[in-house]
């Protein structure tokens, strides 16, 4: 079958959710976690990122299924164990806390996209002890599931709030995590008529930032 390309980690969310490694051959499984809390529609593994052999996974749908405050686990890639539990500062029913999760500057960045009304959050982990370090909200006034997704740019984070904006078409953020300070805000390039969910996931190639748009264009072509 060859050889393993490089490790990868690959994640389902299922309703108790396992998280797993494939290497040996290109697919074979190597190892598997079952969630630390493995309880119905708790969606362990729903998002997953990794710092060297570090590996941090979210289970937005954490608690009983009426609030689904959210939780995220950090554990070790090697031994499966698990070093820190990250839970959600400020608690709310449906906050969704770890639908998103990155890694950067040594910081665990946890999409909260729920909080506050739907408005949005980001809460900064320090990857070393699980601290709390700071937590990220919108500006003013331009909220909107902030926090949906989350991925690091060098040193920077980007923030997707597809629901962000006066009409609601979304809009990507860029943020220093070392001091919470916003450095750009991207608009939805092509706003439609009603929620394009500009935002929806964001990735880097390159020197280029991707940005999903789920419901780009009335007709549904999305892009």
């Not at 031994?79 to 820190?84: D, E, I, K, P, R």
């Not at 998103?100 to 949005?120: E, K, L, R, W, Y």
């Not at 923030?159 to 916003?182: F, L, R």
Request: net charge negative; proline share 8%; hydrophobic share 40%.
């Amino acid at each position: 079958m060859g050889k393993c390309i490089g490790r990868f980690l690959c994640a389902l969310a299922m309703c108790v959710g396992f998280a797993c490694t494939a290497c040996a051959s290109p697919g074979d499984l190597i190892r598997m976690w079952e969630g630390p809390a493995p309880y119905p529609s708790h969606y362990f593994g729903f998002a997953v990122a990794t710092d060297g052999n570090r590996l941090v996974v979210g289970s937005p749908f954490y608690n009983n299924p009426a609030m689904q405050m959210g939780i995220v686990y950090i554990m070790d890639a090697n031994t499966t164990a698990l070093l820190h539990t990250l839970n959600n500062p400020t608690p709310g029913p449906v906050d969704h806390f770890g639908y998103s999760v990155a890694t950067v500057q040594g910081f665990v960045a946890v999409g909260v996209h729920n909080d506050n009304a739907g408005s949005g959050s980001v809460c900064l982990f320090n990857l070393s002890d699980g601290t709390l370090a700071r937590t990220i909200f919108p500006p003013p006034g331009k909220g909107g599931m902030f926090g949906e997704s989350v991925t690091p740019l060098g040193n920077n984070l980007i923030i997707g709030s597809p629901t962000a904006s006066t009409s609601g078409t979304g809009t990507v953020y860029i943020y220093d995590p070392a001091t919470g300070s916003q450095l750009l805000s991207i608009p939805n390039p092509e706003p439609g008529t009603s929620s394009d969910l500009f935002g929806k996931s964001v990735a880097v190639v390159g020197g280029s930032i991707l940005v999903g748009a789920q419901f780009d264009d009335v007709t549904f072509a999305d892009e």
